[in-house]
């Protein structure tokens, strides 16, 4: 039936309506519910409890998650409010102290008792007599008087792999390797288990080995093994087939599926320590073995008051001879043991230069033999020790003295050069020296040891001798110029030598430069009558000349000169006048042209034309008219510093 579109759409509307109404109303509750914070909680308050109960069987990841947010919250709260936490555990840790408090008094009686009964009682001297007579320790013969059994070490080792997950003991010093002990003990059981054909789930329950026994616990996936000495009663094995029961039930799953990690099981070794347990055979009390007690105990006092009062002499004497070898130079005692029945000992550090102890010893009365030194060498920085290790290695001249003070030696008087030359070298070489002052001293030199240094230094030519008298050098014989010169300026610095006297030295260059010079000066070259030709006569001259003029030139330069030669022309009496000055102009020249080619510098040569030579009258008598015509040479010098 037909209506208007209005109504066609009210009517989709009603019917939606009644249709979806339910699952409108669960959405709108829904986004509610997940809108709504307030009910969003509540709902996760009602699972979070079985949440948490789930999470913990399955694993520990709940745990790993929520510790680093509990733990910053505990510290924050203690940080900002520690009364809350105060008073919380006030009423559980005030029993805790008092507890321990009284446990401790009870054991610190229970010992006293036990250190009187040991002592004053006749059972007590026994075994002070018994551990004098066998060596052992007085404690360890009490213990094993006294002792009926004790737990001295518990190993937890896990069945399928024979590995040990935890090791516990009395005494860590004597414990072995627990890796190794659980698998000697699984070899064990397995070697009596094949050997008597039992089935696997039997087990080796005890063994013995000497002194010591072992009892074994089983259970499903470990077993505990004790270490026990002495009897144990059968309540102990009670005892660890419970802890072995507790140790399932704590950590059955991490037995089960143990992968080689005992890292886990370290928070049974509360559990583990308290089954190491010990019992001692309790004290027999009588009254005749009081009285008894009290008169060992008269006569044992009356014996340690003469042994107190000797020993208290004694231990003077040793207290007084150790403060007197530790106030020794270099001597540091570290230790000092007194000897009461056998050899005292006295260990330290001790200088090669300090006194000998055992003399000390016997100054203080007290027997060397009896003390027993274990020195180590040191080197002492005390000044007297420094002072007597200097000596030792240098031998201090007698007219010398020296101190020490803060690294610094000093030396006074009078020493030998050489003496000192070697404390100067190697001074700082001695421990505890860090310098030398020898400002003050006054240094004597040998003759011979100046001498020796002398040679060693300059090397004397063999036409030399040297002598020294009041530290002046004084030469003789032959020498170059170089040699002299070298001595002059050097040989002051030599130690012991003040001065230089070559007074009746010669010197080699100096004389053949004055030689040469001689010969040059007194050569003459002729020439031809009116003629700058060499004459026969001339050319002899001038051929010995070019050697002559080099010795001269190359002696000039070991004395410091600079030469210069003149050749010097002249011409016979014959002529006009200034012809004569030309001709011998040309002679000059003609003779140092040939020096020329001889290889001498024109620098060197200086020809001069003299004109005509001197007149027969000037001279008093006749010349030679070949003397006339000819070259003569004049040497001249000049240092060589003004001709630079």
Known sequence: MRGPPGDSVEAFEELRRLLLSGEREQLRDLRDRLNNRERRSKDVAGVLPEAVKLSGERGEELVQALRPAVEGSIKQSIEKKPDTFVGALHPIIGPMVRRSIAESLRRLMQSLNQTLEHTFSWRGLKWRFEALRTGKSFAEVVMLRSLVYRVEQLFLIHRKTSLSLLHVALDPAIAKDSDMVAGMLSAIQDFVRDSFATGDDSALEEFRVGELQVWIAPGQYAYLAAVIRGHPPRELRSVLEDRIDSIHVLKGSSLANFQ?????????????????????????????????????VTATAAFLTAAVLVALRNEIRWRRFVRQLNVQPGIAVTT???????????????????????????????DPAHVQFHWKPFFALD??????????????????????MNGVLTLTGSVPYDWLERVRREAK?????????????????????????????????????????????????????QWLARVRSEAPKVPGIKSVDDSKAVNLDERTFQRSKSVIENAFVYFLTNKDDIATEGFAALSRLPDEIRRCETAAKRIGLN??????????????????????????????????????????????????????????????????????????????????
């Open 260 to 296: 080689g990690a005992a890292a886990s099981f370290e928070s049974l070794r509360p559990e583990l320590e308290a089954c190491l347990r010990s019992q001692y055979a309790a004290a027999k009390r009588s009254g005749g073995r009081k009285v008894r007690t009290w008169i060992a």
């Open 336 to 366: 000092a043991h007194k000897g009461w029945f056998g050899p005292s000992q006295i260990t330290g550090l001790r200088d090669a230069s300090a006194p000998d102890a055992a003399k000390i010893a016997g100054a203080a009365k007290i």
């Open 383 to 404: 000044p007297a020790s420094v002072v007597q290790r200097f000596d030792k290695r240098f031998v201090l001249p007698s007219s010398a003295q020296v101190s020490s």
């Open 429 to 481: 070489f001695v421990p505890g020296i860090s310098a030398l002052d020898d400002s003050a001293v006054a240094v004597t030199y040998d003759a011979d040891s100046v001498l020796q240094r002398f040679n060693e230094k300059f090397d004397p030519p063999n036409t030399v001798s040297v002598a020294l008298v009041q530290n002046v050098l004084i030469l003789w014989g032959e020498a170059s110029q």
């Open 563 to 644: 030469v210069t030669l003149e050749i010097l022309g002249y011409a016979d009496a014959v002529g006009d006048k200034a012809k004569n000055v030309d001709l011998s102009q040309r002679r000059a020249h003609k003779v140092a042209d040939f020096l020329g080619l001889c290889g001498f510098e024109s620098t060197v040569l200086k020809p001069i034309g003299m004109g005509q030579a001197v007149k027969p009258t000037e001279v008093g008598k006749v010349v030679p008219e070949l003397s006339q015509r000819r070259v003569s040479f004049e040497v001249v010098v000049q240092p060589a510093t003004a001709a630079r």
